[in-house]
């Protein structure tokens, strides 16, 4: 069970659990167990408790929330953006999770999916949404299988359907299940792929809060953001501000990976330091090898250098402010003795399978990277080649429909820029590998 | 005329049909029911929800080939599926899936083939307990060399899933006919 | 008032509709912005990344073909950060493509090459493989693809989506494996492929009836009028003027007759106008003669009879100038209206319209026709498949106007069997078709690609044609022969 190792700020590691709150309770997926821990209480608030569409958002705009998925944008404001019109709305859950290093919103599912739903329940009345849709990567059998018995049970206790708990709100919700697709975890993307066609982002404007599925106005929201919802509704904004810093309020769940002592999922505060995380949380990398280089949000995060991160918060501002980004929460640590050639290598390896090829300048531009990149592993580097990686990826940067270009050039600029002596080194010594057997 | 799919497959593809806004919106659950009860989608399969249930065969195509967990070839019986993005390659993947490819072509060689092939795929979301992979359905953890090749012996003793013996079942139908 | 906006674009002022996006204003400004995958006539997609601009306010450049133009808005089209997205973009387009530049029937036209001259013109720096597809595909009788050409604009698939609504072809795969196709070996089967072709930027789709023909720079194209069916599509007829050959027609943009597009029925009106599909001299008895003699001979006979015994069979396919100087010139040569009828093949279906362009008229000028005969106080008699009202008129000479369209005129044959029954039959028309050997005289005449005269549509719209030098220099118009036998009956007199 991962927590964090020390309390923290004057307060209890027990203390930050806001979506963790059922870690470690037996029997945690059952309706019974999240009742008992104030499930849907927040949900009948919110519906018998004199709450408007508009008090919901504004709440959720108070409390700070900001988009768990990646982009940070704050949740109230992106509510804020669906027309009061009437006519059908939309609010699809971004289940895709499938940035490398991230596994936090299928760690809320296995917890317990009714999170999820109840904090749902509260976006869908907040926009006018009578159908939502819990889209979810293919690959993610268990958790699909527990999302579907998540959504039986809410029918079966009436908190789905047409009559929610006798107030007269009508809300129906269904899965939708991809079949392998990374940019079905852009949203537009994932609306694409929801209308039954390729994962290909869609031109903006229009904006998915005016135009989305199928022409109408629709939210699509992270896991882990709808999830927060319910414990916002029940114990208000201010006590979400007492967590995370001021730009960056509340907890999050972030992930580790690479070789650590005790890798998961963590719920740590925003603001958090990333060193501490790495070496007093995670016991710090397997056999005591040193750090070189942290991936801080995800794949598409710009790479920090084992010093840059002496002093780092882990928060939206502090990495972009540091030239990366808080992404996902995904940290990902890389010891000393891998070469960042084949990082770069791999990770071009990834973007290029996971292009949807639909604009110019990526589809060509990742195939283009993977080739430079690979030239370089196989030996037939030279200098200046990883300048031209960089050079390349900048000119897809800003360029493309959506932001996988822009994901692509976090790695692809990063790594050539941060480690150029180790690709100097390794030229050298591919050629004299090359000498030796020529 | 004869459906190409099974009573029980149609009756799913024509729950899918009617479940969303739209009928298109049905291709991708359909095309994963397909290959759950054959193994793989077939371009006879295809042509057939065109036939039968008025789906567009550019629409089932352009959907078949974009997303990468559906098979448009007959398969082994089981598919060890290692993922090789970054957190699962720092943890060692690239020797799990160098280890499984190799014994399951030393295997071959020998005469005593193993119903098993394996692939890289990109990440498959568990990424803290790397290498992650997928045998069929079931997700496994921490898949080292040995894991992996543990793995594929103690799924080679068991009885082979059904949609497997349906496919060999419909290949050898197939190739008696020409 | 309100619905209008002002945007300058490179500091010089523009006013459009509210609604319009950047690359709208700049076309109607004259100001042109790279692209791709934009078309007038086809929904936005936004998937090329070519037509970056910069709009002052906006960090990024945006593209013009999807960014709403806003009052007061400035774009910049020429900075240096602006051509080096276009630069970049076509880079990008450029590095898989494959270098098929000397086989390919594009070359000359080809937006790609035009770019690079343009806006592009440096040094690739892409040294690896590039990325391989299939190539040369049958996609149907009229067209040849080529997927590793393609550019992926997407512009043929919104075709299909849009304006046939046959949605057969779709993108397969993704990332740098995206291929462009149809359904397996399924093949384009409808009657506007050739418009895929055109709005082809590069030559992925080719035309089979132009394939390593010739190439585009020998030809010459005249702005002249389709003269396939009643429509009237704009055309842009391509000749290769040093062999007088006509090689192909293109649509050209009208907004009240056919929009961007044309038909395929219409792409084969290049076809009878070449030189071995047509009637090189007069035949009087089925003996050459010159034009002079020719119609020496029907002044001749004009002046011998009588008007009520001279008929007059016409098709709705000459000129309204045809008409007026045949008419007319008749009235005064026989002091009297001969009797007039009107020839339509038996099987036509005038009503019949396919939804798009091509209507059952297949007659480019019914209309025009038709308001002549009223000008000229004539009352026609309709012969379709029934030509008893003909032999009834027992006319001692009757002039026929034969279909310079002969897939309009399925049934040609039959009907030209039933004119070798009367005396004296004069067929002004190019055909070659066995069953007009037996006529009294053959005159060919001039086609409409040498013709400047009017055709009038079905729905009155009345357009110009536009001539070329005469394939055969001898050979004349019917406004020009009747003119000609005004004079030699007066000379006579």
């Known amino acids: 069970m991962p927590v964090m190792n020390s309390p923290y700020n004057g307060r209890q590691p027990s203390e930050f659990r806001i979506l963790t709150e059922l870690e470690g309770v037996p029997n945690s997926r059952s309706l019974e167990v999240y009742k008992k821990h104030g499930g849907y209480a927040a949900l009948e608030k919110v519906l018998k408790g004199g709450m408007s569409p508009d008090d919901v958002i504004n709440l959720v705009k108070a409390s700070g929330l900001r988009g768990r998925g990646g982009a940070g944008f704050p949740t109230g404001m992106k509510w804020g953006f669906v027309p009061k019109a009437p006519g059908e709305k939309y609010l699809i859950t971004n289940f895709d999770e499938g940035e490398p290093g991230t596994y936090k919103d299928r760690y809320i599912a296995e917890l317990n999916a009714h999170m999820l739903i109840e904090g749902k329940l509260i976006g869908a009345y907040a926009i006018g949404a009578s159908k939502s849709y819990i889209y979810l990567r293919g690959e993610f059998y268990g958790e699909i299988a527990w999302c579907e018995q998540a959504i039986k049970e809410a029918y079966d206790a009436g908190y789905l359907g047409d009559n929610i708990m006798g107030t007269g709100f009508k809300h129906h919700m269904d899965v939708y299940i991809g079949a392998g697709s990374y940019i079905c975890g852009e949203e537009t993307g994932l609306i694409s792929s929801l209308e039954g066609k390729k994962g290909q982002p869609k031109l903006k404007p229009p904006f998915p809060a005016v135009k989305g599925y199928l022409g109408q106005p629709t939210i699509v929201n992270n896991v882990e953001t709808l999830a927060a919802v319910p414990w916002i509704i029940r114990n208000g904004a201010e006590a979400y501000k007492k967590f995370g810093t001021e730009k960056s309020a509340g907890t999050k769940l972030f992930n580790i990976s690479g070789p650590v002592v005790r890798p998961g999922c963590y719920e740590l505060p925003l603001g958090y330091p990333l060193k501490r995380f790495i070496f007093e949380d995670c016991g710090g990398l397997i056999g005591g090898k040193k750090l070189k280089a942290v991936i801080p949000g995800g794949a598409s995060a710009p790479v920090l250098t084992a010093a840059e991160i002496e002093t780092i918060t882990m928060d939206y501002e502090a990495f972009a402010g540091a030239g990366t980004m808080l992404g996902s929460g995904a940290v990902i640590v890389i010891p000393e003795d891998v070469s960042m050639v084949h990082v770069l290598e791999n990770l071009m390896h990834f973007f290029k399978d996971e292009s949807c090829g639909q604009c110019t300048p990526c589809r060509e531009g990742t195939g283009w990277l993977l080739k430079m990149s690979r030239d370089i592993v196989n030996g037939e580097g030279s200098p200046g080649d990883a300048e031209k990686i960089a050079d390349v990826a900048g000119k897809m940067m800003g360029r493309t429909i959506c932001t996988f270009s822009d994901a692509a050039a976090g790695p692809a600029r990063s790594i050539p820029q941060k480690f150029a002596h180790e690709f100097l080194e390794f030229y050298k010594s591919k050629q004299n590998a090359a000498q030796a057997h020529g | ?178 | 008032m309100s619905n209008q906006v002002t945007l300058s674009i490179n500091n010089q002022s523009i006013t459009v509709p509210a609604g319009s996006t950047i690359m709208e204003a700049a076309q109607k400004l004259g100001v042109s912005v790279p692209h791709f995958c934009w078309h007038p006539g086809l929904s936005i997609a936004g998937v090329c990344r070519f037509c970056m601009v910069k709009v002052e306010g906006m960090p990024k450049l945006q593209i013009a073909c999807n960014t709403p133009a806003t009052e007061g808005m400035k774009v910049d089209t020429v900075s240096s950060d602006v051509k080096d997205a276009h630069k970049w973009a076509l880079e990008f387009h450029l590095i898989n493509h494959p270098l098929d530049c000397p086989i390919c029937d594009q070359a000359g036209e080809c937006e790609l090459q035009n770019y690079y001259m343009k806006v592009g013109k440096y040094q690739s720096q892409m040294e690896d493989e590039k990325v391989l597809k299939p190539k040369a595909l049958d996609v149907g009788d009229t067209l040849v693809l080529d997927t590793e050409r393609c550019i992926l604009c997407s512009r043929c698939v919104r075709f299909e989506d849009e304006v046939t609504k046959t949605s057969t072809l779709g993108i397969f795969n993704r990332g740098d494996q995206a291929t462009i196709g149809t359904y397996q070996d399924r093949k384009i089967k409808h009657n506007y492929s050739y418009n895929l072709a055109d709005i082809c930027p590069v030559g992925a789709f080719t035309a089979k009836d132009f394939r390593f023909k010739c190439r585009v720079w020998f030809l010459k194209e005249t702005k002249t009028v389709c003269p396939g069916c009643s429509t009237g599509c704009n055309v842009n007829l391509f000749q290769n003027s040093n062999q007088r050959e006509y090689y192909r027609l293109k649509p050209r943009h009208n907004a009240d007759v056919n929009g961007h597009w044309m038909c395929d029925t219409g792409r084969t009106m290049y076809e009878h106008l070449n030189a071995s599909a047509r009637l090189p001299a007069p035949l009087l008895n089925g003996e050459t003669v010159s034009s002079q003699a020719a119609l020496q001979a029907v002044t001749d006979t004009l002046k011998s009879v009588s008007a009520d015994k001279v008929a007059v069979v016409l098709t709705a396919q000459f000129t309204n100038e045809d008409y007026k100087a045949t008419l007319s010139t008749l009235k005064t040569l026989l002091k009297g209206t001969p009797k007039v009828f009107v020839w339509r093949d038996e099987s036509e279906k005038a009503e019949d319209f396919d939804g798009i362009l091509f209507r059952g008229d297949r007659n480019p000028n019914t209309r025009g026709m038709m308001d002549v005969f009223k000008e000229q106080g004539v009352s026609p008699v309709m012969l379709k498949g029934d030509f008893s009202a003909l032999a009834s008129a027992a006319a001692e000479l009757t002039l026929i106007f034969g279909p310079e369209v002969e897939a309009g005129y399925p049934n040609l044959g039959k009907a030209l069997s039933r004119f070798v029954e009367v005396k004296k039959a004069v067929y002004f028309g190019n055909t070659l078709n066995e069953s007009a050997k037996k006529m009294w005289l053959r005159m060919p005449v001039k086609v409409f690609a040498e013709k400047s005269g009017t055709f009038v549509n079905f729905n009155g719209v009345a357009q110009k044609l536009k001539a070329n030098p005469p394939v055969f220099t001898a050979v004349k118009g019917v406004d020009e022969y009747f003119a000609d036998l005004s004079k030699m009956s007066q000379a006579t007199l």
């Open chain 2, 1 to 178: 005329m004869a459906s190409f799919f099974s009573s029980a497959l149609n009756e799913t593809i024509k729950g899918y049909l009617g479940r969303y806004e739209t009928k298109r919106s049905s291709i991708l659950p359909i095309l994963h029911a397909i290959q759950d009860e054959n193994d793989w989608i077939s371009k006879e399969a295809v042509q057939a929800l065109e036939a039968e249930h008025g789906l567009s065969v550019v629409d089932v195509n352009e959907v078949l080939s974009f997303y990468t967990m559906y098979r448009k070839t007959p398969p082994k019986p089981y598919r060890l599926e290692v993922c090789g993005s970054i957190s699962c390659w720092l943890n060692g993947a690239d020797k799990t899936i160098a280890t499984a490819k190799a014994h399951i072509a030393e295997a071959e060689k020998a005469g005593k083939p193993v119903p098993f092939e394996c692939h890289k795929v990109e990440c498959l979301g568990v990424c803290g307990y790397a290498p992650v992979a997928l045998v069929n359905k079931d997700r496994h953890l921490n898949v080292t060399p040995e894991l992996a090749l543990k793995l594929i012996a103690d799924y080679s003793k068991k009885d082979l899933p059904a949609a497997a013996k349906k496919c060999a079942a419909d290949l050898a139908a197939r190739s008696s006919k020409q």
